[in-house]
């Protein structure tokens, strides 16, 4: 079997990354930008695209997606890899029939033959820790369950950095589902560990609010912040980044999903989501703000904002495939 120095040969959580780490990984990502956005005839593009050649990576999607699949398939493919996936694992692998995650996890090691890693996304928080504890190959964790998300937070970062570069710490809005939408939870850890943020705006339906547990980071960091049930002029004014999220429907049990929705209103109605990011209230952003989503979007994000400067959701899109580019070849050693 392959052996990996830990710490950092598995991407598990936020909480297991350190400044330094993320500062390389970041200028690693920008000279991967540079050299693909010259095209594939410079030497340093021909030098990345064999770099991970006979190396295999599975990607093991217990739920679904777009983004993260994709990005991270693409990335291994760019730089000479190869892939292996099964994109509804519940359904089309043998967890259908009763098998461990366990057993899923050493199967794709052997294969692996020690030159392979897997990225998982998973429906069960702590499940990609869980993975990783059998060290039998590095992990990369690409959502367990309402946990975290830390790719999608290193990309977001990557995304906000590029564009806010100066010293000064920013006001980091934060809105939609933030109970069960494990992409803020990743990115509020990542927004203290990097120190960028001074203030948070917590904007969340009654019944989706951030779990105590990040709270608790925020004022341990001795940040401050504000928590709202809806977005209104002031907090778009004030936000630096304001960071949409979708309401989690899959993560909400039935019943409580139906009394909610129709008591609260917070699932989309004909006039869309209460906590919507609308083109009126959009007019109140400054200039310099960024509108971020991780996507997938539903109507808190309607499509009429996307001409606007300050949108910068595909610009994260895009960031996504650097990042993991690099993480790749830092998880390979390569
Ligand atoms: C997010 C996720 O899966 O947590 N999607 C993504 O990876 N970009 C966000 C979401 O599903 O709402």
């Given at each position: 079997m392959q052996h990996f120095a830990p710490p950092h040969s598995h991407v598990v959580s936020v909480d297991d990354m350190d400044k330094a780490w993320i500062d390389e990984i970041f200028a690693l990502t920008s000279r991967i930008k540079t050299t693909f956005l010259c095209g594939p005839d410079s030497p340093e593009w021909k030098n990345f695209s064999t770099r991970l050649q006979n190396r295999m990576l599975f990607t093991l999607f217990y739920e679904p997606s777009t983004r993260t699949r994709f990005s991270f398939e693409t990335a291994m493919q760019y730089l000479g890899g190869m892939v292996t996936t099964t994109e509804a694992a519940r359904m089309f692998s043998s967890a259908a029939k009763g098998e461990k995650l366990c057993d899923t996890i050493h199967t794709c090691a052997r294969y692996g033959i020690g030159r392979s890693a897997i990225v998982l996304r998973h429906h069960e928080r702590g499940s990609a820790q869980e993975a990783a504890s059998l060290e039998v190959c590095p992990i990369i964790n690409a959502g367990d369950g309402d946990g975290e998300h830390p790719t999608q937070a290193l990309l977001d970062m990557f995304t906000i950095l590029e564009q806010f570069s100066d010293q000064t710490r920013k006001t980091l809005t934060l809105a939609g589902d933030l109970k069960n939408g494990r992409t803020v939870h990743s990115l509020i850890k990542l927004a203290i560990k990097m120190g960028m943020v001074g203030h948070f705006q917590l904007v969340a339906p009654q019944g989706l609010e951030l779990p105590q547990e990040y709270l608790n980071d925020i004022t341990q960091a001795g940040l401050g912040y504000v928590t709202a049930d809806e977005l209104n002029p002031e907090i778009v004014m004030q936000s630096d980044v304001i960071y949409m999220t979708r309401t989690q429907k899959e993560r909400m049990v039935l019943g409580w999903l139906r009394k909610v929705a129709t008591k609260?209103?917070?699932?989309?109605?004909r006039t869309g989501a209460i906590y919507a990011l609308t083109p009126r209230l959009a007019e109140h952003l400054k200039s310099s703000a960024m509108i971020m989503h991780p996507?997938?979007?539903?109507?808190?994000?309607?499509?009429?904002?996307?001409?606007?400067?300050?949108?910068?959701y595909f610009d994260q899109v895009e960031n996504g495939l650097y990042v993991r580019m690099a993480l790749l070849l830092h998880i390979f050693g390569m």
């Open positions: 609260l209103h917070i699932l989309p109605q996507l997938p979007r539903n109507e808190e994000l309607p499509v009429e904002l996307d001409h606007l400067p300050q949108a910068r």
